[in-house]
Antibody
């Protein structure tokens, strides 16, 4: 059974940093692109970042490029999102989502339950 | 960036009725369109991809159609568990984008 489980969310002050993790199981992790998608309170879905299975290709939304860094450890079946220079508008539930293939531009066939990031003083 | 516009914002229907949800893209995305269902407090769930292919375990009362810029998700007969928010997503072009969602609520 495919499972993805996020962790690392919490309350952080504006300008601060946070690292999210996503532990995956039930599939060959290194063969699939992985992504982060966020949802601000009461709002819709926004793709944040993606990474190909090998970790070589990384992709970002304009809203986070230069502040967030996506990475993965295929030996640990874990995806990460390092978030720096956080802003109030980054407040959201962050979902880890498995791509259907290794291709970067893809739909998401499995999602975690999400981890809440709150940026506030 | 491709903008996806979903309509209506809210659809008020009764169980057993037919639901028709629309998703319009600001430019052609061929058939690179997916649909997701999200219930309160839950993660989104993949329903459809490639416009009309159902994801694993999705009942056949869900169907998708369209191409280019205009797409439709149809639920032939609403079951109580179908009342939720539905999002379309395009994956033909970077960046990946989602529509704003259509809420299907009980009338």
């Amino acid at each position: 059974e495919v499972q993805v489980l996020e962790s690392g969310g919490g309350l952080v002050q504006p300008g601060g940093s946070l690292r999210l993790s996503c532990a995956a199981s039930g599939f060959r992790f290194s063969s699939y692109a992985m992504n982060w998608v966020r949802q601000a309170p009461g709002k819709g879905l926004e793709w944040v970042s993606g990474i190909r299975g090998s970790g070589v290709g990384t992709y970002y939304a304009d809203s986070v490029r230069g502040r967030f860094t996506i990475s993965r450890d295929n030996a640990k079946n874990t995806l990460y999102l390092q978030m720096n220079s956080l802003r109030a508008e980054d407040t959201a539930v962050y979902y880890c989502a498995k791509g259907h293939t290794d291709y970067a531009w893809m739909f998401f066939d499995y999602w975690g339950q999400g981890t809440l990031v709150t940026v506030s003083s | 960036e491709i903008v996806l516009t979903q309509s209506p914002g809210t659809l008020s229907l009764s169980p057993g009725e037919r639901a028709t949800l629309s998703c319009r893209a600001s430019q052609s995305i061929s058939s690179f369109l997916a649909w997701y269902q999200q219930k309160p407090g839950q993660a989104p769930r993949l329903l459809m991809y490639g416009v009309s292919s159902r994801a694993t375990g999705i009942p056949d009362r869900f169907s998708g159609s369209g191409s280019g810029t205009d797409f439709t998700l149809t639920i032939s007969r609403l079951e109580p568990e179908d009342f939720a928010v539905y999002y379309c997503q395009q994956y033909g072009t970077s960046p990946l984008t989602f529509g704003g969602g259509t809420k299907v609520e009980i009338k």
